[in-house]
């Protein structure tokens, strides 16, 4: 091999190295922003009126019907 090609091996080696240590501190600086590649977990949504997570307010059977319900402003 000629000492040309032997010395474009090693820079080329040596770039890699620089860059794959490049690449390890901007990931660990990302996990550590809580960017570390995971999809985010939706948030558990649950009822306003009971808290439960089977149903929403709307459909909950614990809320209060008819006279019992606060009024309403409507606009």
């Known amino acids: 091999m000629s000492e040309t090609i032997q010395q ?3 820079l080329r080696g040596k770039a890699l190295a620089l860059l794959l240590n490049e690449r390890s501190a901007i990931d660990e600086r990302l996990r550590l922003l809580g ?3 995971t999809a985010p977990q939706p948030r558990q949504r649950v009822c306003t009126v009971c808290g439960d ?4 307010a709307r459909t909950c059977p614990n809320k209060k019907t008819g006279a019992e319900a606060p009024a309403t402003q409507s606009v």
Not at 53 to 56: D, E, F, K, L, V
């Open 8 to 10: 474009a091996d090693e």
């Open 53 to 56: 997570s089977a149903h929403n």
């Open 35 to 37: 960017y570390d590649g």
